[in-house]
C-alpha cells in the first residue's frame, strides 16, 4: 500500500477515519443489540471507541452482561473480557512472539516513532514495524502525512498496557524512564515530563516542570499547569524542590485557591535554599541553574509580595527584592516590577506608582509576560480614572483589552480587573450595553478574587462595586462589597482599600436594597452555573463541588430565582445569552 501511494496509484483510500460509526450510526447499533443509553453517554462511547463499529457492539454485550458496568456504558475500557477475547483470538493469537514484545512494551507510549520505538525497548528497526503495521491495518493510528508519528487504538493500547503488566511488570518504569531520557534530549519536553511521572522519577519532573510552568500558564494552558501540581500533591512531594513549591505557590494563587497557595509557599519556605540556583557545589542532583542567574530567594520574594501576607511595606520590600535578584530576562520582573507599582498605588502615592507602572508595560511588552503588562495597563488605568483623565484611562484599557486577547487570557484571574476598568470608561461615555458586556466578563471570573492575591482582588471588587452603583444596581454593590470585606477581614493592611470599601458601605447604606439580579450571584453560585449546563445530576454536580445534593439545589434554586427563570434549562439558557455561559 504505501508503494501504490508512493507512486500516486491509490484513488481511494478507505482508512479507520472513513469506517468510524458516528454518534447517531453509534445509536442505531446500540438500540439494535438491545442497549438504551443517554446521549451523553453515547457520545462518551464512540470517543472511548473512537467509532469502532467492532468495538462498539462489543461494548454493548459487555452493558447488557450486567454488573458493575451497568449504570455507565462509557466506561468500556480495552482490557474488558469482551474486548480483550475479541482481539485475543482475532489479532494477538496470530502475531508471532517478537512482534508481541515489540507490541506490548511500546504500548507505554502515547505517540509513537521509529526512534522513540528503537529507543524504548533498546532494539531497532521500529520505522520497518510501523509501516508494516500500518498497513496491516492492525489498529495503528498515523498522526501525520509524513508518517513519521503514529498512535496506537485508544482500546487496543489499554488491553496491550494490561497484557505487559501481565507479562513483564518489572520492565514498565524502565521502559518509561528510557522514554524520558530520549524526549528530553529530542526537545519533547512535555512528553518527558509524562514518561518521568510515570517513571517515578522526581528529580526529573521537577527540573522540567520548573522550566516550563511560567510560559504554559502564560500560554493559556492552566489546566496542563495544574495537572503537573497535582502529581506532586498526589506523590507527597510538595516539599521536594524549592522551585517547584514556588511555582506552585504561585498558581495556585492566580486560580483562586488561596489554602492551596498558603500550603505550597509554606512548602518553598521550609525547603529553600537561597543558594540552590547558583552554588552549584550544594546543588543536589538534577536540580539546575537558570541561565539568567536569578536566586530561589528572589522567586519567594516575588511570591511573598503578590500573597501580600504581611501587608503594603513588606509587599514593596519584597517587590524590591525580587527586582534585584532576578536576572535581566526573566519575564517575572515584569510582575515584580507591578507589585511595586501596585504597592505605592494603594500607598496613596499615584504619582510615584505610574511610571513604575509604565516600566512594568514597557518589560512586559519586551518579555512577553503578558498577564502582568494586562494588569499594569489596568493598574496605569485606574491612576488615570482617579485624575479625571478619562482619555487616556480609556486609552489603556483599550490597550489592556489587546494584550487579554493577545494572549487569549480572558480566563484569568487579571482579566476581570481589565474588564472592569473597561466597563467603567464605557459607562463614562454612556456605552451602557459595551458596559454591561464587560462587567458580565468581570462577574464570571469572580470566583478567582479571593485573599490570595488580596490586592488585585480587592481592588477589582471594588471597582465593579463602583460601576454596579452608576448602573443603580445596589443588590449588586452589595455583593461584591461583601466579598471584599471578607477578603480584608484576612488582610487588613491593603492602604486606601479598606477606607474606600468604607466609604462604598457608607454610600450604600442610605440605598434601598433593590431587585437582586444576575450582579448578586453569590461565588457559590457562580461556580455552579459551569455545571448547570452540563447533563449532571445535582447529585453528581455535588460530588463535583464537595458539597451535598441538598446545597447544590439550594443555590440552583437562588440562581433560577435572581434570572427570573423556572427550570434548569431556562435559567442555563439566559446565561448563555448573557455572556456568563458559553453557548
Known amino acids: 500500500m504505501a508503494f501504490l501511494r508512493a507512486q500516486g496509484r491509490v484513488s481511494v483510500e478507505v482508512g479507520a477515519d472513513e469506517l468510524a460509526m458516528d454518534q447517531q450510526e453509534a445509536r442505531a447499533l446500540l438500540e439494535d443489540a438491545g442497549v438504551q443509553l443517554t446521549p451523553a453517554e453515547v457520545a462518551e462511547l464512540v470517543g472511548r471507541t473512537e467509532g469502532w463499529p467492532v468495538g462498539l457492539y462489543l461494548a454493548a454485550l459487555a452493558h447488557k452482561a450486567g454488573g458493575p458496568r451497568r449504570n455507565a456504558g462509557f466506561q468500556f475500557t480495552g482490557d474488558d473480557r469482551f474486548m480483550a477475547d475479541y482481539l485475543q483470538s482475532e489479532l494477538l493469537a496470530h502475531l508471532p512472539p517478537e512482534l508481541m514484545t515489540f507490541?506490548?512494551?511500546?504500548?507505554?507510549?502515547?505517540?509513537?516513532?521509529?526512534?522513540?520505538?528503537?529507543?524504548?525497548?533498546?532494539?531497532?528497526?521500529?520505522?520497518?514495524?510501523?509501516?508494516?503495521?500500518?498497513?496491516?491495518?492492525?489498529?495503528?493510528?498515523?498522526?501525520?502525512?509524513?508518517?513519521?508519528?503514529?498512535?496506537?487504538?485508544?482500546?487496543?493500547?489499554?488491553?496491550?498496557?494490561?497484557?505487559?503488566?501481565?507479562?513483564?511488570?518489572?520492565?514498565?518504569?524502565?521502559?518509561?524512564a528510557r522514554a524520558a531520557v530520549w524526549c528530553e534530549a529530542n526537545?519533547?519536553?512535555?512528553?518527558?515530563?509524562?514518561?518521568?511521572?510515570?517513571?517515578?522519577?522526581?528529580?526529573?519532573?521537577?527540573?522540567?516542570?520548573a522550566s516550563l510552568i511560567q510560559p504554559t500558564y502564560a500560554a493559556g494552558r492552566v489546566d496542563t499547569v495544574l495537572r503537573w501540581l497535582a502529581w506532586f500533591e498526589d506523590q507527597g512531594l510538595v516539599e521536594h524542590d524549592p522551585r517547584v513549591a514556588v511555582y506552585g505557590a504561585w498558581v495556585q494563587a492566580l486560580v483562586g485557591r488561596p489554602a492551596g497557595a498558603e500550603r505550597w509557599v509554606d512548602a518553598a519556605e521550609r525547603g529553600v535554599d537561597a543558594e540552590r540556583w547558583v552554588g552549584a557545589a550544594d546543588r543536589p542532583s538534577g536540580a539546575q541553574t537558570p541561565p539568567d542567574g536569578s536566586t530561589t530567594k528572589s522567586y519567594l520574594a516575588m511570591?511573598?509580595?503578590?500573597?501580600?501576607?504581611?501587608?503594603?511595606?513588606?509587599?514593596?520590600t519584597d517587590a524590591q527584592v525580587a527586582m534585584a535578584g532576578l536576572g535581566p530576562a526573566n519575564p517575572f520582573r515584569t510582575t515584580a516590577l507591578l507589585l511595586e507599582g501596585v504597592a505605592d498605588l494603594l500607598d496613596g502615592h499615584a504619582d510615584q506608582a505610574d511610571p513604575i507602572l509604565a516600566d512594568a508595560v514597557e518589560l512586559g511588552t519586551h518579555t512577553g509576560a503578558l498577564p502582568a503588562t494586562s494588569t499594569a495597563l489596568a493598574e496605569r488605568c485606574l491612576v488615570a480614572i482617579g485624575r479625571q483623565d478619562w482619555g487616556q484611562a480609556e486609552t489603556l484599557a483599550e490597550q489592556a483589552l489587546v494584550v487579554l486577547q493577545a494572549g487569549r487570557l480572558n480566563d484569568y484571574i487579571m482579566s476581570a480587573l481589565v474588564h472592569v476598568v473597561a466597563g467603567r470608561t464605557a459607562l463614562h461615555r454612556g456605552d451602557v450595553p459595551?458596559?454591561?458586556?464587560?462587567l458580565v466578563q468581570a462577574v464570571?471570573?469572580?470566583?478567582?478574587?479571593?485573599?490570595?492575591?488580596?490586592?488585585?482582588?480587592?481592588?477589582?471588587?471594588?471597582?465593579?462595586?463602583?460601576?454596579?452603583?452608576?448602573?443603580?444596581?445596589?443588590?449588586?454593590?452589595?455583593?461584591?462589597?461583601?466579598?471584599?470585606?471578607?477578603?480584608?477581614?484576612?488582610?487588613?493592611?491593603?492602604?486606601?482599600?479598606?477606607?474606600?470599601?468604607?466609604?462604598?458601605?457608607?454610600?450604600?447604606?442610605?440605598?434601598?436594597?433593590?431587585?437582586?439580579?444576575?450582579?448578586?450571584?453569590?461565588?457559590?453560585?457562580?461556580?455552579?452555573?459551569?455545571?448547570l449546563a452540563t447533563h449532571l445530576s445535582f447529585l453528581e454536580i455535588g460530588q463535583r463541588l464537595y458539597i451535598s445534593k441538598h446545597t447544590v439545589k439550594t443555590q440552583a434554586i437562588s440562581i433560577y430565582r435572581k434570572l427570573g427563570a423556572s427550570s434548569r434549562s431556562e435559567a442555563v439558557q439566559q446565561l448563555q445569552e448573557i455572556g456568563l455561559l458559553e453557548g
Not at 516513532?113 to 520497518?128: F, N, Q, T
Not at 495503528?140 to 487504538?153: E, I, P, T
Not at 459595551?434 to 464587560?438: G, Q, R, Y
Open 303 to 316: 511570591l511573598r509580595g503578590l500573597l501580600c501576607r504581611n501587608g503594603l511595606g513588606r509587599m514593596r
Open 187 to 209: 526537545g519533547l519536553a512535555e512528553l518527558a515530563i509524562d514518561h518521568a511521572q510515570a517513571a517515578g522519577d522526581a528529580d526529573r519532573v521537577a527540573r522540567l516542570v
Open 444 to 531: 464570571r471570573l469572580r470566583p478567582l478574587l479571593t485573599y490570595a492575591i488580596p490586592s488585585l482582588a480587592v481592588q477589582t471588587l471594588l471597582e465593579l462595586g463602583r460601576a454596579y452603583l452608576m448602573l443603580g444596581d445596589a443588590a449588586g454593590a452589595r455583593t461584591v462589597l461583601r466579598q471584599a470585606r471578607g477578603i480584608l477581614r484576612r488582610r487588613p493592611d491593603l492602604g486606601v482599600l479598606p477606607g474606600q470599601a468604607a466609604e462604598l458601605h457608607a454610600t450604600l447604606d442610605a440605598i434601598r436594597e433593590g431587585h437582586q439580579g444576575v450582579s448578586t450571584l453569590t461565588t457559590a453560585e457562580l461556580r455552579l452555573l459551569p455545571l
Open 434 to 438: 459595551a458596559a454591561k458586556d464587560h
Open 103 to 176: 507490541l506490548t512494551r511500546t504500548a507505554v507510549l502515547e505517540r509513537l516513532s521509529g526512534p522513540l520505538c528503537d529507543a524504548v525497548p533498546a532494539a531497532s528497526g521500529s520505522d520497518r514495524i510501523l509501516s508494516s503495521l500500518e498497513d496491516s491495518n492492525l489498529l495503528l493510528v498515523a498522526l501525520d502525512r509524513q508518517r513519521d508519528w503514529y498512535r496506537y487504538h485508544q482500546l487496543f493500547r489499554e488491553l496491550l498496557l494490561a497484557e505487559l503488566e501481565r507479562r513483564e511488570p518489572e520492565l514498565v518504569h524502565g521502559l518509561h
